[in-house]
């Protein structure tokens, strides 16, 4: 599965904590770290650089 990896890869790399609660039905929850949250404002700016392609591309 896609996502399942993606979330691993991130956990291993520092981005995501998961938190693993032993219930049923089985319950994860994953959260940024310090690490990840540095990235906020990295994604920000490529989300409005994306906005403003769109934009320009659709005049």
């Known amino acids: 599965m896609v996502l399942t990896q993606s979330l691993k890869e991130l ?6 904590n ?10 994860v ?3 940024l770290t310090d690490s990840g949250k ?4 990295a994604l ?4 409005n650089w994306g906005k403003k392609m769109r934009n320009e591309l659709t005049q």
Do not use: C, N, W
Not at 11 to 16: A, L, P, R
Not at 18 to 27: A, D, G, H, L, T
Not at 38 to 41: Q, V
Not at 44 to 47: D, V
């Open 44 to 47: 920000k700016a490529l989300a």
């Open 11 to 16: 956990e291993s790399d520092g981005i995501v």
């Open 29 to 31: 929850e994953y959260s």
């Open 38 to 41: 540095e990235l906020i404002p």
């Open 18 to 27: 998961r938190k693993q609660y032993m219930e049923i039905p089985p319950r």
